[in-house]
């Protein structure tokens, strides 16, 4: 994710273990959408546990795509879950 990371000012990973999944955040200054970015990790293989954390967004979305509005101080977040369910 190198790459990705650099086009996007990553500030920093922080990895840790919690129940069965271990946990990764990415955190950028500024991001368009967390979910936009989580999505195209998760694309690319990221593993269950990923997180995409932005201080602020600029073109977040919500639910059906309506907009979202993006206050500093606020927690945005995208967590990438690969839930294993018998179909």
């Known amino acids: 994710f190198a790459n990705d990371c650099n086009r996007h000012e990553c500030r920093h990973v922080f990895v840790w273990r919690l129940m069965s999944i271990t946990w990764s955040i990415e955190t950028f200054a500024v991001l368009e959408s967390t979910q936009d970015l989580a ?10 546990g990923h997180v995409i954390h932005a201080i602020n967004q600029k073109k977040a979305y919500g639910r059906y795509g309506r907009p979202w509005i993006s206050l500093e101080g606020n927690l945005f977040l995208s967590a990438l879950l690969r839930p294993q369910c018998l179909a």
């Open 39 to 48: 999505k195209s990790r998760a694309e690319y293989g990221a593993p269950e």
